[in-house]
C-alpha cells in the first residue's frame, strides 16, 4: 500500500545549524509530496510541495526535492532558528484525490 | 477570515458519554475534512465532504461516528458512546478545488482533544 515513513524525533539542534529531516516514501504511481509544519497550539500548514519528479519546493528557507529514483523527499534547512522549533509531517497525495497519507512526524527543537 | 476554527479544543468525558465536536472552516472553502491524529502518530483521514454532501467515509469511522455539514458551511463530528480509545485530536481541514491539476493542499484547524476517561 501507499505509505510515508519519516525519521523518528525529537531532532535537536542548536540554532543556526543545519537541518535534515529525512522522508521516503512507498506508492503506486507518482504522488504530490507535501511538508506541512505543527507550530505549537496550532493546526498543521503547508510548508512547501512538490507536484512531479525533481521538483524542488521552498519556503521560509527550507527546501525539498522530489527524488523518484529514491523515493523520498528530505526537508533541508541551511541554518535553522528557534522560531522553526516544531513537528513536521511528510505527507503524499495523488492527483485528483483528496486524501493525504501522512508520515509519523519529525518534531524538531532548537536551542538558543 | 480567521481560517479554521474547532470548538472545543479540549474535550475530557467519561467513558460512555456522546460528544460533538465543531468545526467552521474558510468561508469560501466547499470542501471539509476530517482526521484523527493519535499520540505519536500522523493524521489519518476520516471523512470528507464536498459541501453538504459526506463523499466518502474511512473504515476508521465506527458506527458510533457520524459527521453532518448541513448547509455546506459548518460541520459536526460526533461520537457516541465514547470508548477510551476514542481518546485522540481530531483535526479538521478545509480546501477549495485546486486550479488546474495542481495539489489540492489543506488548512487545517488546531484541533479537538478528546480525552475519554
Known amino acids: 500500500g501507499n505509505s510515508v515513513t519519516q525519521m523518528e524525533g525529537p531532532v535537536t539542534l542548536s540554532e543556526e545549524a543545519f537541518l535534515t529531516i529525512n522522508c521516503t516514501y512507498t506508492?503506486?504511481?507518482?504522488?504530490?509530496l507535501f511538508w506541512y509544519v505543527q507550530y505549537p497550539g496550532e493546526g498543521l500548514q503547508l510548508l512547501l510541495k512538490?507536484?512531479?519528479?525533481?521538483d524542488k519546493g521552498s519556503n521560509k528557507g527550507f527546501e525539498a526535492t522530489y527524488r523518484k529514483e529514491t523515493t523520498s523527499f528530505h526537508l533541508e534547512k541551511g541554518s535553522v532558528q528557534v522560531s522553526d522549533s516544531a513537528v513536521y509531517f511528510c505527507?503524499?497525495?495523488?492527483?485528483?484525490?483528496?486524501?493525504?497519507?501522512f508520515g509519523t512526524g519529525t518534531r524538531l527543537k532548537v536551542l538558543a | 477570515d480567521t481560517g479554521v476554527s474547532q470548538d472545543p479544543r479540549h474535550k475530557i468525558t467519561k467513558r460512555g458519554q456522546n460528544v460533538t465536536f465543531r468545526c467552521d472552516p474558510i468561508?469560501?472553502?466547499?470542501?471539509l475534512y476530517w482526521y484523527r491524529q493519535t499520540l505519536g502518530q500522523g493524521p489519518e483521514f476520516l471523512t470528507y465532504?464536498?459541501?453538504?454532501?459526506?463523499?466518502?467515509k474511512s473504515r476508521l469511522l465506527s458506527d458510533r461516528f457520524s459527521a453532518e455539514r448541513p448547509k455546506g458551511s459548518f460541520s459536526t463530528l460526533e461520537i457516541q458512546r465514547t470508548e477510551q480509545g476514542d481518546s485522540a485530536m481530531y483535526l479538521c481541514?478545509?480546501?477549495?478545488?485546486?486550479?488546474?491539476?495542481?495539489?489540492?493542499?489543506?488548512?487545517f484547524g488546531a484541533g479537538s482533544r478528546l480525552t475519554v476517561l
Open positions: 465532504f464536498q459541501n453538504e454532501a459526506q463523499l466518502e
Open positions: 506508492a503506486t504511481g507518482y504522488p504530490s
Open positions: 512538490a507536484t512531479k519528479a525533481d
Open positions: 481541514a478545509s480546501s477549495s478545488p485546486p486550479p488546474g491539476s495542481g495539489a489540492n493542499v489543506l488548512t
Open positions: 468561508s469560501e472553502h466547499n470542501r
Open positions: 505527507a503524499l497525495l495523488f492527483s485528483g484525490t483528496y486524501k493525504y497519507i
